[in-house]
């Protein structure tokens, strides 16, 4: 039988052959928890009588989604979290080290091949190194911290063919905007999304992050990228679909005269490439998120602003991925380029993105940011406007004090 | 333990409706169910917290609960007393959270269920019944591991009595 990435991967945890539309119970290879999901996890847990998880070397905690803690609420909530990591012995990655996925990723905790469940909705990024992500809530966590199991409906794949390559100044967010579009908010509901074509083979780990990242924004169970060109610290056994599995559809995209891309407010398949909303005006410029603050997006915005000043009137707020980004950004010289042009650091993790703490935006104000969502509310005030694209847009932006494509301004 | 009837008046919302409008993330981060029922659909009708009671039923267009995966969206519905909530199709983490903690999720492709209609939901029949308008619907058929995770109140209930899945 021609399998899918996504059923060759769920086939290995059932131990049986399995096909789109079965309902399998699986092993996991990890799971991970945030201070946002994590505290109601371990409340599910130990109700349902867990005392160590399955695996606590495979049992993964981060405080990112409101780190450091903004208030007495959530600084126990940390604490709980610290607390339960100390008695189960499962890995804690405590304030300032980065962003859950970005840490998954990064210190390979997630490999090719794995599956891998997240308690958040952006798990799907681990297809960027070819593992079956998949996001859950928390008590389904709680469940496969108890029994290293889960259970599941093995997706349909929609395969997506991406061909050509892109002009510079155009990366793999403008590519996956304008696919959100293509597809809707759910657009991919229940299925798997294989992404593949040259243009894919030529991205880098960041970029396929940010590809598989947004496949949430249409609802996507799962995203798995071709490994071809995929480059890692280990070695590794590539999964790759067989010739002639079943793909509930394909889309082809040539690349090539793609341009940068903006979601408009407040949805993130609002997409209109950027001329249909130059010329609007920004007060608060982001670039940070799971999607988009990973080094080569720290170079991106560091080179529009490389001696230069924001405009005035417009604060451009910072949140690197992880604490390694933010070392490896410090070392080439991003940061001391962004700060001479008048950026604000603040540390890594999820920052404003949620609306949690540092940095949520005014009534009335216009929010450009590199993150994945702009529905009503998301960064903690719902009379704000949030406009999303690549890094090289938000720092052109930030230059301007309008929406700006950053080849205007090269 | 068998389901108890539901039956109450409907709330109708539209499509696409969020998490982040469900339960913004700022009032998240807490395990106190009565905070996050205090703002539930605060972004999308601040009066909704006000107006809901025990046993009324939530119905929503396309794609409802879609975004992050946060379970206090379906904590923060049950707290308020919702008891259900019909849409036309859910996001899957919402859908498969809302049966682990134990509040019933009916997918109807097609109704007319206005606001205020007195609607009941039969989950074993997998029927909905509009009694403002005498008009049944059909709903989707839910896989037997949710039914019987349902069926024991949650996933927590279930697996303190499995202690796996089965
Ligand atoms: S950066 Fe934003 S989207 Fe990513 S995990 Fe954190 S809160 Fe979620």
Request: aromatic share 6%; hydrophobic share 45%; glycine share 10%.
């Amino acid at each position: 039988m021609a399998q899918t990435i996504a059923e060759k991967i769920l086939s290995r945890r059932a131990g049986k052959a399995v096909r789109a539309g079965d309902i399998v119970i699986v092993s996991v290879d990890g799971v991970m928890a945030t201070d946002a999901t994590a505290p109601m996890a371990i409340q599910a847990f130990r109700e349902m009588g867990g005392r160590r998880p399955w695996d606590p070397t495979r049992t993964f905690l981060v405080i990112d989604h409101a780190a450091p803690a903004p208030n007495e609420t959530v600084a126990n909530l940390h604490r709980l979290m610290r607390e339960f990591a100390r008695e189960t012995g499962c890995r804690l990655y405590d304030v300032g080290e980065g962003i859950c996925h970005q840490l998954m990723v990064e210190n390979g905790h997630v490999r090719p091949g794995d599956l891998f469940l997240g308690a958040d909705s952006h798990s799907p990024t681990y297809g960027a190194v070819n593992a079956f992500g998949v996001g859950v809530g928390s008590t389904d966590l709680a469940a496969a911290m108890l029994t290293g199991k889960t259970w599941l409906r093995v997706p349909r794949t929609v395969r997506i063919v991406l061909h050509g390559g892109l002009r510079p100044g155009v990366t793999a967010k403008d590519v996956i905007l304008r696919l959100v579009k293509e597809l809707g908010a759910d657009g991919a509901n229940y299925r798997a999304i294989e992404f593949t074509g040259e243009a894919v083979h030529a991205m880098s780990l960041a970029g396929r992050m940010t590809l598989a990242n947004m496949t949430a924004e249409m609802g996507a169970k799962t995203a798995l990228v071709d490994p071809t060109g995929l480059r890692l610290d280990e070695p590794f056994e590539p999964v790759y679909p067989d010739p002639g599995a079943e793909y509930e559809a394909t889309l082809t995209l040539d690349v090539s005269a793609l341009r940068p891309q903006v979601a408009r407010p407040h949805a993130p398949d609002n997409v209109v490439p950027v001329d249909e909303v130059q010329g609007t005006p920004v007060h608060y410029a982001f670039i940070g998120s799971c999607t988009n603050t990973r080094l080569e997006d720290l170079a991106a915005a560091a080179a529009v602003l490389r001696g230069r000043r924001l405009a005035a009137g417009v604060r451009l707020v910072i949140a690197p991925a992880s604490k390694r980004v933010f070392e490896e950004a410090l070392a080439q010289g991003y940061v001391a380029t962004l700060l001479a042009a008048g950026a604000t650091f603040i540390p890594a993790g999820c920052g404003p993105c949620v609306g949690s703490h540092l940095g949520v935006p005014g009534d009335g104000e216009v929010v450009i940011s590199s993150a994945n969502r702009n529905f009503r509310g998301r960064m903690g005030n719902p009379r704000a406007e949030i406009y999303l694209a690549s890094p090289a847009v938000v720092a052109a932006s930030a230059l301007t004090g309008v929406i700006t494509d950053p080849a205007e301004v090269g | 333990m068998t389901h108890q009837p539901i039956h109450g008046p409907a709330h109708v919302y539209g499509d696409n409706i969020d998490t982040d409008r469900i339960i913004p993330g700022k009032y998240t981060k807490t395990l106190d169910t009565a905070a996050l029922a205090a703002h539930v659909l605060e972004d999308l009708d601040p009066e909704f917290s006000r107006r809901v009671r025990p046993g009324h039923i939530l119905v929503a267009g396309r794609n409802f609960g879609c975004g992050s995966s946060r379970e206090q969206a379906p904590v923060a519905l049950k707290a308020a007393g919702v008891a259900a909530v019909i849409a036309r199709s859910f996001a899957r983490i919402f859908y498969r959270n809302a049966i682990n903690i134990g509040l019933p999720v009916v997918e109807v492709e097609d109704h007319r269920i206005q606001p205020g209609d007195e609607v009941s939901i039969d989950l074993a029949a997998g029927l909905v019944i509009n009694h403002t308008r005498g008009e049944t619907y059909r709903a989707a058929a839910m896989p037997r591991q949710m039914m019987d995770i349902l069926a024991a109140g949650g996933l927590v209930n279930y697996l303190s009595r499995h202690g796996d899945y089965v």
